[in-house]
């Protein structure tokens, strides 16, 4: 039995000796997780009309009751003046590349107007949000704006008004949408959503 401890503590030795030799050399890792890399930045021309408009192109989506358009674009439209209609440009930093495809077809959109709680990186603080549509593989598209005075604008992209209320109506009822809030509640603090639907 003696023998083949020793023989144990002489194979712990090599395998130490090997690792020591070995960590001087550089290793390589191939990084693939498109939640944090690859992402895009979208130009975002949003219109707001007082009565429905059939001036926009077929690259806008309309809303529901006909009195919003949209379009989301790596390219930078000119913005159009249309009468009866306001119009506002931002730029979206997109935070979940994997559900990009959720902008490809009608949506619905929440938009919430936030306020950043501290200096700190916001996309790092956001960290633990992105980490659990990961982990939990929940289908909502994230855009941020860049801060203005500690000012940011919020938009997720959910596939229809269905799919959002049947995950939310669960999610809330779970440990994990308290711990959530509780860390998001840290980061920034964000006006109730506005719920527009989108068609194609």
């Known amino acids: 039995m003696i023998k083949h401890f020793s023989q144990f503590l002489i194979l712990i030795f090599i395998l130490i000796s090997c690792n020591s030799n070995n960590s001087t050399e550089t290793q390589t890792e191939l990084i693939t997780d498109s939640y944090y890399f690859q992402k895009k930045t979208f130009n975002v021309n949003f219109y707001d009309c007082s009565e429905k408009n059939e001036k926009f192109s077929a690259n806008y989506l309309v809303s529901d009751d006909g009195l919003m358009q949209i379009r989301l674009s790596e390219i930078t439209d000119n913005k159009e003046e249309i009468e009866g209609c306001s119009s506002k440009f931002f730029q979206l930093n997109e935070l979940t590349p994997a559900y990009s495809y959720l902008l ?88 109730t959503p506005s719920v527009m639907m989108f068609l194609k």
């Open 104 to 191: 490809n077809d009608s949506f619905l959109m929440e938009k919430s107007e936030c306020t950043a709680l501290g200096d700190d990186n916001l996309i790092e603080g956001l960290s633990p949000y992105l980490t659990t549509l990961k982990d939990e593989e929940i289908e909502v598209w994230t855009g941020i704006t860049d801060t203005n005075d500690m000012k940011f604008t919020w938009i997720n992209i959910w596939q229809s008004e269905t799919i959002r209320s049947d995950f939310l109506s669960e999610w809330i009822k779970t440990r994990k949408s308290g711990l959530l809030a509780n860390d998001l509640r840290n980061i920034a603090y964000c006006d």
